[in-house]
Nanobody
Framework: QVQLVESGGGLVQPGGSLTLSCEAS????????MGWYRQAAGNQREVVAV???????TYGDSVKGRFTIYRDNLSNTLYLRMNSLKTEDTAVYYC?????????WGQGTQVTVSS
């Protein structure tokens, strides 16, 4: 089972920026796609951004134009750059890696947007 370790969460003021990292224990090309999901208190987990093996990206409607997902294949690391953060972005953010036979999750990292 792949190990996914997220980092970079924390407390930030509205309008600020954060970059989340997810280091995988395997080559990123082992997965059809990788993504970031989030879950706010009392809500269901929702997709934030996904990048496939070809580099194509998709974003949740609420983050389009503010967040960017990208990957560094040499370091086996997935990133999420978050700009113009809003209080409603507060959630636990999870890294995900999917292949035909596996669907793996990291432990999550808390992002809190508050003044």
């Amino acid at each position: 089972q792949v190990q996914l370790v997220e980092s970079g969460g924390g407390l930030v003021q509205p309008g600020g920026s954060l970059t989340l990292s997810c280091e995988a224990s395997e080559n990123l090309f082992d997965f059809n796609d990788m993504g970031w999901y989030r879950q706010a208190a009392g809500n269901q987990r929702e997709v934030v951004a996904v990048i496939d093996v070809g580099g194509r990206t998709t974003y949740g409607d609420s983050v389009k134009g503010r967040f960017t997902i990208y990957r560094d294949n040499l370091s086996n690391t997935l990133y999420l750059r978050m700009n113009s953060l809003k209080t409603e972005d507060t959630a636990v953010y999870y890294c995900n890696a999917r292949s035909f036979s596996r669907n793996s999750w990291g432990q999550g990292t808390q992002v809190t947007v508050s003044s």
